[in-house]
């Protein structure tokens, strides 16, 4: 049954919550630090140069004709000079600080590092990418592998040393689906840190959902209204909606581009059976999140984020990402249904002559396909609006919220 939504629901959700006063400034159940405030402002009189910390004019002031001061009163200190403007001495600007993110997702390890201004959008400064595939690293009792965890070790060891070498102030390491699902994960990271000295957290599915939901949140603001976000990653897709920067609905499934691979498509390409049965099980496991998406209310704004739908957005048209992640883009769903024909119809080998489609990600897009389609037709989304922030930006943007920019 595909996601119809109920107009009680919208006027439920529509209504502004109780306003908080934070600072002296009325904030709809947002907490927003008070802007550093500019050095005092120095009265100098039109036409005279400013001067830190110059005082008034010595020459007494003239009374202006008809005004008549109190017997005993002295003349209002201001009242005959030149007219006087204000000159406010800029604040010295916040520093910035450069921080690193090293994401070990189910695909690739990424290490991204930005720097960050207090006020402002984290900047890109560099950007790292090792394709260590760890969720087809995983034996068959769900084990990462002896050759896997040395791997990881060692790709671990070089991003912290480019890190070091690029001087980030703040590193974090996160991994998601395939080290989570790991039945050896926490033997894993133990050995990892203490080797590599770097401490891993494993997100949960949830918190996953949530910071991407809040990089996507950022990154359109508050006029994109109730938003849907969706991203497909290796190992899971995960699912976010509401109005605010904390979603009201997240879900986190076991429906990643290449862990569906592996586990639902031998072919190459895949026959007409395997990908039946693949649309079924991808249902079955989005249809429970359809009843919760329901009572949100229908989004103002539905989203993907994430390599696996950008990919599919370009082969059904896109704007080149090259031209800058400003250029809006958007894929249809009528779109993507006839990219997805293509790219099943297709081998693996094949695919990368597709616009968009990289050599490693080639081999999992059939999979990515179908859970797009089934994902934006049971929820009953015509389009969604690629979002160049995803997890690793949303959890550089949740570090910035705690950092000390004095």
């Known amino acids: ?5 109920s107009p009680t629901a919208r006027a439920a959700k529509d209504g502004d919550g109780p306003a908080r ?10 907490v927003v630090p008070r802007p550093p405030a500019l050095a005092a402002a120095a009265l100098v009189p039109s036409g005279a140069t400013a001067s830190l910390g110059a005082g008034p004019p010595d020459a007494e002031a003239a009374p202006l004709p008809g005004v008549t001061a109190p017997a005993g009163a002295a003349a209002p200190p201001l009242v005959g000079q030149r007219r006087a403007t204000a000159v406010a001495l800029p604040a010295p600007p916040a520093q910035p600080r450069r921080l690193g993110v090293i994401d070990i997702g189910s695909n690739t390890v990424h290490l991204l590092v930005v720097d960050a201004h207090h006020g402002a959008a984290p900047r890109p400064a560099a950007s790292v990418r090792v394709p260590l595939r760890l969720v087809e690293l995983l034996d068959d009792a769900g084990a990462l592998s002896a050759g896997g965890e040395h791997a990881l070790v060692e790709c671990i060891l070089d991003l912290r040393r480019q890190a070091e070498d690029l001087t980030v102030f ?14 050896n994960s926490d033997d894993v990271l133990g050995r990892l840190r203490a080797v590599t000295g770097v401490a891993v957290e494993v997100l949960p599915g949830d918190d996953e959902a949530r910071l991407t939901f809040l990089a996507v949140r950022r990154w359109f603001g508050w006029s994109a209204g109730r938003l849907l976000a969706m991203d497909i990653g290796g190992g899971s897709l995960e699912i976010g909606a509401g109005m605010d920067e904390e979603p009201d609905v997240v879900a986190s499934l076991p429906l990643g581009a290449s862990r569906l691979t592996r586990d639902w498509l031998a072919a190459d390409p895949p026959s007409q059976r395997e990908l039946t049965a693949l649309r079924r099980y991808v249902r079955a496991q989005i249809a ?7 009572h949100v209310g229908e989004p103002t704004r539905a989203v993907a984020t994430s390599k696996t739908f950008r990919s599919l957005a370009r082969v059904a048209g896109a704007e080149p990402y090259s031209r800058g ?11 993507l249904e006839t990219a997805a024909k293509l790219i099943c119809r297709m081998p693996s080998d094949a695919r990368v002559s597709l616009p968009g489609v990289s050599a490693s990600r080639a081999a999992q897009l059939a999979a990515g396909a179908v859970v797009a389609v089934e994902t934006m037709d049971l929820l009953s989304v015509d389009e969604v609006e690629i979002c160049p922030w995803a997890l690793r930006e949303g959890i550089i943007l949740r570090r910035l919220d705690t950092l000390n920019f004095g």
């Open 288 to 294: 429970p999140v359809v009843g919760k998406l329901y």
């Open 21 to 30: 006063e934070v600072g002296g400034l009325v904030l709809p159940g947002v």
């Open 170 to 183: 703040d590193l974090v390491a996160f991994a998601t689906s395939a080290l989570r699902d790991a039945t």
């Open 1 to 5: 049954m595909r996601l119809r939504f």
């Open 325 to 335: 992640p400003y250029v809006r883009r958007v894929l249809r769903r009528a779109d």
